[in-house]
């Protein structure tokens, strides 16, 4: 690239940098948006399994790439070793973009090369979250390892207070520049706002116990051991079914044993709680959702577009597209 050409870039670049940096919650109405898209064209052109997931994916890529714009500014998230985030920001890569890849996969190798993507992505989580867990100390991984920031929490005048003072590293406590009081007659002596709050703290300031550990592993095996099982018995086999379950539910038993002896922290809490949620997945999972939920789902559905006024505009499109999610979106190993 010519010299030129690489400045004119950087140049760009910086404005948009700074455009981001200080409308953060302008540029999330629009992330939004974009991320919306995606579930309208599903069945409205050609190839639009593909296209969709292309708009999902890179509409959260674009707020991963923000948020580490935003974060660099203000500093919010805790602060992490060098390989600890790139851990981080990987899997959180992957796991925005791991059904983009099977179905291109598939486009491009058919089932086979679906298969053998699908294992490679797998193997690599799991090896990636056993090191977080066994090396980096997290009790818990969150899912994606990198949640979007709090848009609404970040303070709209960082250019301002950044301009009138500084964030120490440790407290985080604003001090104001010398510089900036002006004409004593004209001074607030006002504390200034922080720069931004940490919004999670890693769990590496609590040591694992054993069954935590234990937990843990058992969740982030989950995947491996669903495909392993589903590649001996069948994709619609119960047993594969089965053990995830079994999994999760043993996992989650355990979790909850621990916790009432330990404390947890916030961002452990909410995704041990996104667990509990997620189990009612199963029910939208082959085999369960072909033989039993499916009739039951549709019926409801249809009953509610009958009875209800205006019902109509939300059940016709879940009838429409419910297979192709069902199809593409609730694997075992998304979860």
């Not at 629009?30 to 190839?47: D, P, Q």
């Not at 851990?87 to 190798?109: D, F, G, P």
């Not at 843990?216 to 099982?229: D, N, Q, R, V």
């Amino acid at each position: 690239m010519p010299v030129a050409n690489f400045n004119t870039f950087l140049k760009y670049f910086e404005e948009y940098k700074n455009w981001v940096t200080s409308n953060p919650q302008l540029v999330g109405d629009i992330e939004s948006t974009v991320k919306w898209l995606s579930y309208f064209t599903a069945g409205r052109i050609n190839n639009s399994t593909l296209m969709s997931e292309l708009v999902y994916s890179m509409s959260n890529l674009l707020v991963l790439f923000n948020d580490r714009l935003i974060n660099a500014k203000t500093q919010i998230e805790t602060e992490l070793s060098e390989s600890h985030s790139k851990i981080r920001i990987w899997l959180t890569v992957l796991e925005y973009s791991e059904v983009l890849l099977e179905i291109s996969a598939t486009k491009l190798w058919g089932e086979t090369g679906k298969w053998l993507i699908i294992v490679l992505l797998q193997a690599f989580k799991t090896l990636m979250r056993l090191v977080l867990v066994y090396f980096y100390k997290e009790r818990v991984t969150q899912n994606p390892p990198i949640p979007p920031l709090k848009r609404e929490k970040i303070p709209e005048n960082i250019d301002s207070i950044e301009k009138e003072g500084f964030s120490l590293k440790r407290s985080r406590k604003v001090i104001r520049k010398v510089h900036s009081g002006g004409y004593s007659h004209f001074r607030t002596w006002a504390p200034l706002p922080p720069l931004g709050t940490k919004e999670r703290e890693i769990s590496t300031n609590l040591s694992p116990r054993r069954k935590m550990i234990l937990a843990e592993t058992l969740y982030i095996l989950k995947p491996l051991l669903h495909l392993g099982c589903m590649s001996i018995s069948g994709r619609n086999h119960w047993k594969p079914w089965f053990i995830s379950l079994i999994l999760d539910l043993t996992s989650l038993n355990m979790y909850n044993s621990e916790t009432k002896a330990v404390p947890v922290q916030k961002e452990e809490f909410e995704e041990i709680s996104r667990r509990q949620v997620a189990l009612l997945l199963y029910i939208l999972r082959s085999p369960f959702y072909d033989n039993y939920s499916r009739v039951k789902i549709y019926a409801l559905l249809e009953l509610l577009s009958k009875n209800l006024p205006l019902a109509r505009m939300v059940t016709e499109p879940i009838l429409k597209y419910l297979p192709h999610w069902q199809s593409t979106y609730f694997y075992m190993w998304s979860t």
